[in-house]
């Protein structure tokens, strides 16, 4: 197993880091890599912001619900999806692309655009040794998070990555079982996921119970469904909308 | 620089594989890489699907606009957003989740998820020497990609990734200047971001004349422009709808 592979393996999401900013070349190193991603149709679909100011910081982590490590850490970067670029490329050449930019597909071509770079920032994060979390609680107030950014439209900030020198070594979580997620040639049987799903109950049952002392004993099924039962985020559909994007 | 940035930093995707099918061992490790990135709260909102049998992956090439090496290559995945695993949960358990998976929130965290885990396996296979290349042409047919694998409502096939031993070498892409990705605390002026589409425009163009002995200049704006005017796969908000996600 090489480095690299290893590193990934022992991916765990860092909550808690040393006060040690990184240095302006971390920095740079980290975008670098993210923009080495691969990319749909070299579209590029996504912006990169490092929020720096120390009041800003502030803000995004209560809007992300309280998170401190929002606040506190090495560096922070929010992804967005990002057709402003395109949109002025559009201006400049008076071309006409709307009906692609605020198309489904082109929702799912960012998104998936924005998730390649910020994954690729992640590994490269962790090869270095330091600790990453991602912060999807940026969506919770997505209108003030965008309005802090000053987004335009047609980008929206789709998650946080807080990067920084651990502070925590948190245990590896265990992932769905590999039946569950891998199938081959076709999607497989209910049946079979139903056992996976038990299975996985019960494993991270034992986990949750071991961590806390016997406190907590929810699986992830059980755990899921608590919190899936209530909507979270349902603005979002019309402000995505708002921003001239998802809507064709 | 570490073994995991260059390998970062190099990446070009490879349209021609040698005739080396992956062994069991290094699939397993490749997806295990996948499962092992981060997860919006922990819901594992994708699937994988490795297709292996010949005449699918023929069918594959063909629905993916003639693409011959979705169906030529080491091994093909197919990354899938998936909730069907959440509803089949919430049928075991009694729950009613269904706003939460079929909303646009949900939509944004299946896509991300997929995203998250296929780059995993992309870094972790380039690091074993191995080529990749994304197959968001999948999309191009995606109610029959999804029939013929055999897809149930809440999940939907959003990319392929070939992988495989590379028989070619091409060079590096010119991605967008870093300053037209990164922004500091705010995003940037457009006046900022038109200078530096101009100079992408110029780097762009020279590039692919240097390639092409002359005959192709378009650069990338020119190149965006052209491809972007005709929206592609129009079908995509209904076909999303109707497999019950992002309409809430």
């Avoid at 290893?6 to 923009?35: D, G």
């Avoid at 948190?170 to 590999?178: N, T, V």
């Avoid at 019960?202 to 755990?223: C, I, P």
Wanted: charged share 20%.
């Amino acid at each position: 197993m090489n480095d690299t592979i290893k590193t990934i393996l022992s991916h765990r999401s860092i909550r808690k880091f040393k006060n040690e900013p990184l240095n302006n070349e971390t920095v740079e190193t980290l975008v670098k890599c993210a923009q080495a991603a691969s990319t749909s149709s070299y579209q590029q679909v996504y912006s990169i912001i490092g929020v720096e100011d120390k009041g800003m910081k502030d803000k995004l982590a209560a809007l992300a619900g309280g998170q401190n490590y929002v606040a506190e850490n090495g560096y922070f970067f929010v992804f967005c999806l990002d057709y402003h670029r395109h949109m002025l490329a559009a201006e400049m050449t008076g071309s006409d692309i709307a009906d692609t930019v605020e198309s489904t597909e082109g929702f799912i071509v960012g998104t998936a655009d924005a998730a390649l770079a910020a994954q690729n920032m992640a590994v490269a994060a962790e090869s270095l040794g330091l600790g990453i979390v991602y912060i999807g609680g940026i969506r919770n107030n997505l209108p003030e998070v965008s309005e802090l950014l000053q987004c335009p439209d047609h980008v929206v900030p789709l998650f946080g990555l807080a990067v920084g020198v651990p502070d925590a070594q948190p245990g590896l979580k265990p992932r769905l079982p590999f039946q569950a997620v891998f199938h081959t040639n076709t999607y497989k049987d209910d049946s079979v996921l139903k056992d996976q799903l038990q299975t996985y109950e019960e494993e991270t049952a034992a986990y949750y119970s071991e961590r806390t002392g016997g406190k907590r004993t929810a699986g992830w099924v059980s755990q899921m469904m608590s919190s899936m039962a209530q909507p979270k985020r349902t603005y979002m559909k019309n402000f995505i909308s708002s921003k001239r994007l998802n809507n064709k």
